[in-house]
């Protein structure tokens, strides 16, 4: 029995599928190349604003249309939903959408395998070993991984309905986040990505977090470590002064904290933690504390009752702060959130119109920003080859979101000149040379940069 996987929404998703994959192996089950291919096609969903909610819609149709299509050649496909969609939209999927033969929520990831066979009533033998499932997870050809830590969140924000599909905060064990990382380690992952609903409650003290980091630093053939979704409070001012402190340097220099406002208005509103004076002493601390630290953070705008003074602040902060790495994201009605009540809503052309001013404010800053690391040196991961192109990325980039540094590479060159070239998932010292939009140009500064 093989099965297909497409996974859509964040990073957390990933590590969500990675548990699926690997139950699905463990079971008995093969990868097909193609969706075609499969007996099983899975959709691994999200549903955390609006638009990541059409996407999952958009994608499950695409995915019945081909079942529809196979059906016709005689091949009976399965179409299995889960994830944040079906763990919150279950009434209306089974209403609504009846060709979906199996849908489940959130928590049963690493049961997946196991809900399939009882389901469908499979005899599938489990293998003998695991070379399939080694074989399969080492042929990604990623040299990252996110690896959750926690599930759930208690902050109750006004407009985030993440609390009401995934549950209250709970941290996984740390003997079972190791294993998970010593294992991608010995499939050729140089770096983890740390996600969570929220990464700094992981524990019952904020030691927990940073004892954890350590253990990981000591795995071997991880290279980098990357903490994602820090909320900007002052635990996270500690933690980041305790990792000071204690000298984790696999830690990249990188806060990834979103603040998503800077109005204690609008904040208050959100029921978020901060203010403007707050956001800056935190990312003017971590910089003090990590050199050459990047920083990224997001912003909602659109949020009720917001005006014009509300986006001018924010328009101050960015200008103040540099910030490096910077995403808008509208604000979206979520049904069952406090913000979904409001009385005061402001239109999508309006929110859409906003956007575009900041971006547009925010990219005159960046080209600034992006200009000011010509002529630096970053050690930087290999993660694509093409014809004529190396790409890699700098530690003060997470993967597939941040920017990326393409370099030209003259095989011809190289094969005159004997030598060995770069290889894929390996570190090498990048001079930035320019900036391309909002991707970087460099040169390798190493033996083979000679051939550059």
Not at 402 to 407: A, F, G, L, P, S
Request: hydrophobic letters at 35%.
């Amino acid at each position: 029995m093989k099965y297909y996987l497409t996974t859509l929404g964040c990073p957390k998703n990933e590590a969500d599928s990675r548990d699926i994959e690997t139950s699905l192996l463990m079971e008995g089950f093969s990868k097909a190349k193609h969706v075609d291919d499969a007996d099983f096609h899975i959709i691994n969903t999200c549903a955390f604003i609006e638009e990541a909610k059409k996407e999952t819609i958009q994608e499950i149709f695409r995915a019945i249309s081909i079942k529809e299509k196979l059906k016709e050649k005689n091949k009976d496909q399965k179409v299995i939903v889960v994830g944040c969609f079906s763990e919150r939209y279950s009434k209306e999927i089974k209403e609504e959408i009846p060709e979906i033969d199996l849908f489940f929520g959130t928590n049963q990831y690493r049961k997946t395998g196991e809900i399939l066979k009882t389901h469908f009533h499979l005899e599938i033998q489990k293998p003998s070993d695991y070379v399939e499932l080694w074989e399969t997870l080492k042929a990604k050809k990623k040299f990252y991984a996110p690896v959750k830590i926690s599930e759930g969140c208690n902050r109750n924000c006004a407009f985030c309905a993440i609390p009401l599909f995934r549950g209250k905060f709970q941290s996984f064990e740390k003997e079972s986040i190791l294993e998970q990382v010593r294992f991608l380690a010995q499939t050729g992952i140089k770096e983890i990505c740390i996600v969570s609903q929220d990464t700094n409650s992981y524990g019952s003290h904020y030691n927990e977090l940073v004892d954890l980091l350590e253990l990981i630093q000591e795995i071997e053939g991880i290279q980098w470590i990357r903490l994602l979704y820090m909320y900007p409070d002052q635990k996270t001012m500690r933690i980041l002064k305790e990792i000071h402190k204690r000298k984790i340097y696999k830690i990249v220099p990188y806060l990834e904290s979103p603040i998503q406002h800077v109005s204690e208005k609008v904040l208050k509103k959100m029921n978020r933690y901060g203010s403007y004076e707050f956001f800056k002493d935190l990312f003017q601390m971590a910089r003090d504390l990590f050199s050459d630290l990047e920083i990224r953070t997001t912003f909602l705008i659109g949020f009720p009752e917001e005006d014009a003074h509300d986006i001018a602040l924010i328009q101050r902060f960015i200008e103040e702060t540099k910030i490096e790495h910077l995403t808008f994201f509208a604000y979206s009605p979520e049904e069952g959130t406090q913000a979904y009540e409001f009385s005061s809503k402001i239109n999508r052309k309006e929110i859409k119109n906003k956007i575009n001013e900041i971006q547009n404010f925010y990219n005159e800053i960046l080209r600034d920003i992006m200009s000011n690391h010509v002529g630096k040196i970053y050690y930087s991961l290999l993660e694509g080859i093409k014809p004529n192109e190396l790409y890699f990325r700098r530690p003060q980039s997470a993967p597939e979101i941040d920017d990326i540094v393409v370099v030209s590479f003259d095989y011809k060159q190289w094969k005159q000149e004997k030598k060995e070239p770069p290889k894929l998932g390996e570190f090498y010292p990048i001079e930035i040379t320019g900036f391309v939009s909002y991707d970087y140009t460099g040169r390798i500064l190493s033996e083979v940069g000679a051939l550059l």
